[in-house]
């Protein structure tokens, strides 16, 4: 392809993907379906899964290795990946787009090189609050410091960045990054998730459907913060006694959660169900909430938040990070403080009036539509095209933090 044609071929490259569940696998998914309707080719190298069947012949799996520090993920082999040098060469790609800063990165990187394409590398998650949960015997301090010389050194090497909210544009500024970096969140497709049922979730999983009900769907990992929301729930018990916290997802905190909750004597109001499928059985669990809750402290966007508000959800969540993003408009959600009781509160008072759950619930669906796909993929071909254009000619990257109107 030569800078300005219509038509875009890019080559994609991640550590993580489908059937691994979670925001990075959703967003990839999210922007090669919307890249593909407006007339763009993608190829995905990803990992190899043991339960992975892909339909798509757009995805080139790679043998990975068991990794110790989080079981559910992947090591890639670089081998297999650079083994692959002389097919990609022949799709004449027009530039690679890493989503994950490990073996992908590395790889990436000289793939890049080798392919003589430009490379840019979304940045989803925010390593700095982060690695601490999974390497506990080192230091936080010394972690942190890790991270933010490791992000910053990545990302100077990228000919641009992405990132999904402008905290995290925030965060890459205050690190010293020198790359062009842009704020593209990953929208939310219409029909993604169809319509979903209380009653159909309550009668497959042996609940009253009269009970009180909250919900939080997610990968279950310390970085979450959903200790904080069963604190929560301890006090929103002392109002509501049957208020039922439905946990979807599964992830290394499950146990200690699990402990938690025995600790607190309020194990007859957590229900843990795993993983749910992507589809009806999600939307059910969903819809089957009075309210979705969230407390993230490290989330660099909060998709679940807009799957909930596109189901008509109402949310009760902290805003921090990239989540403030989304809850700044103040529709579809009572904004929670860092403190249990402010956090309980909101909950209490939501679950008590049925009036203000129904005007914040048709809120959400309308402020969700906002949040298109389309438009979103749109931005990112702009900015694929602006880096291109830049590595052709020598030109300088407009940087974009803001995306409320739409892409012409």
């Not at 190899?48 to 798509?56: C, E, G, M, S």
């Not at 082999?77 to 002389?86: A, D, P, R, T, Y």
């Amino acid at each position: 392809m030569t800078y300005g044609s219509e038509r875009m071929n890019i080559l994609m490259i991640s550590d993580v993907y489908f059937p691994r569940v979670n925001g990075v696998s959703t967003s990839i998914a999210t922007f090669r379906r919307s890249l593909a309707a407006q007339g763009h080719s993608s190829l995905l190298i990803a990992p190899d899964y043991a339960t992975a069947a892909d339909v798509d012949a757009g995805i080139v799996r790679i043998p990975s290795r068991y990794l110790f520090l989080d079981p559910e993920d992947r090591i890639l082999k670089v081998k297999i990946i650079l083994s692959q040098e002389n097919q990609l060469r022949n799709r004449r790609f027009d530039l690679l787009h890493i989503q994950t800063p490990f073996i992908a990165h590395h790889a990436g990187v000289k793939l890049a090189r080798r392919l003589g394409i430009p490379a840019v590398e979304t940045y989803h998650t925010y390593f700095e609050e982060y690695l601490y949960h999974y390497i506990p015997f080192l230091p936080k301090p010394l972690l942190k410091s890790m991270a933010r010389m490791l992000t910053r050194r990545q990302c100077n090497h990228m000919d641009a960045v992405v990132v999904p909210s402008r905290a995290m544009y925030e965060v890459l500024q205050g690190y010293g990054v020198r790359a062009p970096v842009s704020v593209i969140p990953t929208g939310i497709e219409p029909g993604d998730l169809p319509a979903g049922s209380r009653e159909r979730f309550c009668s497959s999983h042996g609940i009253d459907p009269s009970r009180p009900m909250l919900v939080h769907i997610g990968r279950v990992a310390h970085e979450k913060n959903i200790a904080f929301l069963l604190d929560v729930l301890h006090e929103v018990c002392r109002v509501v006694p049957d208020v039922l916290l439905v946990i979807a997802g599964e992830g290394p905190a499950l146990v200690s959660l699990r402990r938690k909750a025995l600790e607190l004597g309020i194990e007859r109001n957590v229900r843990f169900l795993g993983y749910l499928t992507r589809g009806q059985a999600l939307s059910d669990c969903y819809c089957a909430g009075d309210a979705f809750i969230f407390a993230s402290a490290t989330e660099t966007q909060g998709l679940v938040l807009l799957e909930a508000m596109t189901l008509g959800v109402p949310v009760v969540s902290t805003a921090v990070m990239g989540t403030r993003d989304i809850l700044a408009a103040g529709k579809g959600a009572l904004v929670a403080g860092k403190t249990v009781t402010d956090f309980a509160d909101k909950v209490i008072r939501l679950l008590g009036d049925p009036r203000l759950r129904e005007r914040l619930g048709n809120e959400a669906r309308q402020y969700a539509a906002e949040w298109s796909a389309e438009i979103m993929a749109r931005r990112l071909v702009e900015f694929y095209r602006q880096v291109i254009a830049s590595r052709c000619h020598g030109s300088n990257m407009i940087v974009r933090t803001d995306y409320e109107e739409p892409v012409s």
